[in-house]
């Protein structure tokens, strides 16, 4: 069982990136999505989250209107789309397989390794 994110890098304020997050040995169909991103020396802050279906999206009050979840079933993967970066959305970003409640809780049943987001000027 495996989440990869890949995506991620060095982008200028403003700036856009697209992540990825690839399912293996499972499938994601059956689980709540989400992105959750640990900036250094903060603890993680849940970021966006999509439903089985795909027809239903919530996200953090700090990225609303700036970034935008979905997922492909078919194609195991989910994608978070980022547009006009801040400084503060340096962080690795980290997709995570659960339920709606995981949103809140924290608690899911598979985590990817992460992958680095750095905004800098």
């Known amino acids: 069982v495996q989440l990869v994110e890949s995506g991620g890098g060095m982008v200028q304020p403003g700036g856009a990136l697209r992540l990825s997050c690839a399912a293996s040995?499972?499938?994601?169909?059956?689980?709540?999505m989400s992105w959750v991103r640990q900036a250094p020396g903060k603890g993680p802050e849940w970021v966006s989250g999509?439903?089985?279906?795909?027809?239903?999206?919530y996200y953090a009050d700090s990225v609303k209107g700036r970034f935008t979840i979905s997922r492909d079933n078919a194609k195991n993967t989910v994608y978070l789309q980022m547009n006009s970066l801040k400084p503060e959305d340096t962080a690795v970003y980290y997709c995570?397989?659960?339920?709606?409640?995981?949103?809140?809780?924290?608690?899911?049943?598979?985590w990817g390794q992460g992958t680095q987001v750095t905004v800098s000027s």
């Open positions: 040995g499972f499938t994601i169909s059956s689980y709540a």
């Open positions: 999509i439903n089985t279906g795909g027809g239903s999206t």
């Open positions: 995570a397989a659960g339920t709606p409640d995981s949103y809140y809780s924290n608690k899911y049943d598979y």
